[in-house]
């Protein structure tokens, strides 16, 4: 056995992803989680978890609540997400259930080659993310846009107030931001940056300084009195496209025509049956280009062919062998997301349908692999008759997020995650917001030594595959939802969410209780566990020949919202600064 282990277990480079969290740990605050009667907001930072709940008490609904969070999110929490990125949307209205895909594009002059240097290799991680090269097209406010459009009921302007008000009044400093601002080596090296997040002398501004962006403010009020039109034509997309092409090492090749001819995409969500404890569910997620959806039901899927659905928590945490079957599912799954998953327009899915993966047969075929022993790296298994032509993407980092969960008092309900992607994004700030680095999310890779091509390479205006994973729970049987919830954290938003769901659907707690478990995973190599959360005899009881472990930050963000008898309850993740609040 220990000959046989002298090939490295790891994918390749997933030590560099496990050591690149999205964003670092800055502590761990117990909540309480929130109970509510007719309504309820959930959000990264209480000043737009506030913005939402104004805008609900005002007769808004859970769109006009979401736009107004999330334009304070991008002003109080702008190292996660904000007008300079990209988000996706699940909504439901009581009756119908939507996708609305607001994910970046790379530029009409991008090509596979992106990001290899003169010898044809892969940039760094880095050399690749700050500067210009990996500004994708932002898709988050023409997103918001057209979902207001059709769910909104207060006038589009009157969203914008709270983020107004907080850009030019000021807002403090939280310890969060504080905390990213010291760990991080690239923003101050951006003069525009440097001046905004950072005193005279370098230092970042202290916990609880009043922090002002008039810059910002005047954004706002441009988009709040133009639309997204505001923000991708004119002096703004032209202040975007300079910033971009103009860097002085890393230049990228956005233009004016590429925000112009920007367009949202609503798209049918990808819903599949789940059963746990007795009851049927239906968890409804996004399609690709998200792979969120597809690798929680995989998860999910697979874990239910073993004996992990007998294996109840023990002393309030996941047994050791649940743990193990845990990890061999995520290989699997993640294994066939690297293989297949990809921008649905320039991608055909296997088999003729994403749902191939998700199919129960083959689930159950895919399972038979998981045994006692650890397997090394999974390979991608051949979902439907059609096999692929397409090289499995090699590992490498993916980041920040925030995330946002929201009812409103009359049924509807809405999961919305979104991105700049790396904290601070590509660190290029400008009129007071960050631009998103969302394209190194494809693959610096474009082909295998064999001439292969990776389904998630760069193509002129592709949307880069995401791990994002917002998702809403029902009963199947009678179609009421049961719960809103996502999370952030790169690669491991698939992790966080899967735990979400199998503890409050298999192990039937309540929404803070699942948020507060540790977290646990596999990209397909190592097992990650979060560290200082297990006990000693669990960390080395996964230990052993071909076996990897490693105890890191796993910091998640999770929010979620769940039904209760009375109305709702909600979860806010403790390893964040998010809160719920509603009536």
């Known amino acids: 056995m220990l000959a046989a282990c002298s090939v490295a277990p790891t994918a390749q480079g997933e030590s560099q992803t496990a050591l690149l969290q999205p964003e670092a740990a800055s502590g761990y605050t117990d909540k309480p989680g929130w109970a509510t009667r007719h ?70 002059a991008a090509s ?15 050399e690749g993310v700050v500067g210009g090269r990996a500004v994708g097209v932002p898709g988050t406010v023409q997103m918001l846009e057209d979902a207001h459009r059709q769910h909104g009921k207060l006038p589009w302007k009157q969203l914008f107030a709270p983020a107004i008000e907080l850009a030019e009044q000021g807002f403090k400093v939280s310890e969060r931001l504080h905390s990213m601002l010291v760990s991080d080596v690239y923003l101050p090296k951006n003069p525009v940056a440097a001046a905004y997040f950072y005193d005279t002398a370098g ?38 496209v300079d910033k971009v ?6 230049p990228g090749q ?5 925000l112009a001819n920007y367009r949202a995409i609503q798209r049918q969500p990808l819903c599949n049956d789940y059963r746990a404890a007795a009851r049927d569910y239906r968890i409804c997620g996004m399609p690709p280009p998200s792979s969120g959806a597809i690798a929680v039901g995989q998860i999910l899927g697979l874990l239910a062919q073993t004996p992990a659905t007998a294996m109840p928590l023990i002393n309030g945490l996941p047994d050791p062998r649940w743990l193990h079957l845990y ?16 921008d649905p327009d320039f991608v055909q899915a296997p088999g003729g349908s994403w749902l191939s993966l998700l199919e129960p047969r083959y689930l159950a075929e895919r399972a038979q692999l998981i045994g006692p022993v650890r397997m090394k790296t999974a390979i991608a298994g051949t979902p439907g008759v059609v096999k692929t032509s397409y090289a499995p993407m090699p590992a490498q980092p993916e980041h920040g997020t925030s995330h946002i969960s929201i009812v ?43 001439g292969r091509p990776v389904a998630n390479r760069v193509e002129p205006g592709k949307r880069p595959r995401s791990s994002m994973a917002p998702t809403l729970v029902f009963d199947k049987a009678t179609g009421e939802l049961l719960m809103s919830g996502g999370s952030p954290g790169g690669a491991l938003i698939i992790h966080y969410t899967a735990k979400l769901l199998y503890g409050t659907l298999n192990w039937e707690l309540d929404a803070q209780q699942a948020i507060n478990l540790p977290n646990f995973g596999s990209l397909n190599g190592m097992t990650l566990l979060e560290e200082q959360r297990f006990a000693a005899a669990t960390v080395q009881s996964l230990r052993h020949p071909c076996a990897q472990v490693r105890e890191a930050p796993m910091t998640s963000g999770l929010q979620a919202i769940q039904k209760t008898p ?18």
């Open 39 to 108: 309504f309820a907001v959930a959000a990264a930072h209480p000043l737009a978890t506030d913005a939402g709940y104004k805008i609900l008490k005002s007769g808004g609904s859970a769109v006009d609540a979401a736009v107004a969070v999330q334009m304070v999110l991008g002003l109080v929490e702008p190292q996660s997400s904000g007008i300079g990125g990209g988000s996706f949307l699940l909504h439901h209205d009581g009756n119908i259930t939507e996708a609305f895909d607001g994910r970046e594009t790379a530029p009409a």
């Open 112 to 126: 596979e080659n992106l990001f290899l240097n003169t010898d044809g290799k892969p940039v760094t991680f880095y």
């Open 203 to 240: 230092q970042p501004w202290p916990v609880g300084h009043l922090l002002k962006n008039p810059e910002l403010a005047s954004v706002f009020k441009r988009i709040a009195a133009e639309g997204a039109k505001a923000l991708m034509t004119g002096n703004i997309a032209q202040a975007i």
């Open 245 to 250: 092409r103009q860097h002085p090492t890393n």
């Open 254 to 258: 956005l233009a004016l025509a590429d």
């Open 327 to 342: 990890t061999e599912a995520s290989r699997l799954a993640f294994a066939d997301r690297d293989q297949y998953i990809a």
């Open 408 to 450: 409103d008092a009359n049924g509807n309900a809405l999961a919305m995650t979104s991105s700049i992607e790396n904290a601070f994004g590509s660190r290029q700030m400008v009129k007071g917001f960050l631009l998103n680095n969302e394209l190194t999310d494809f693959s610096f890779t474009p082909s295998d030594a064999q």
């Open 566 to 583: 009375s109305g709702w309850f909600g979860g806010a993740d403790p390893r964040r600064e998010g809160v719920v609040r509603g009536d």
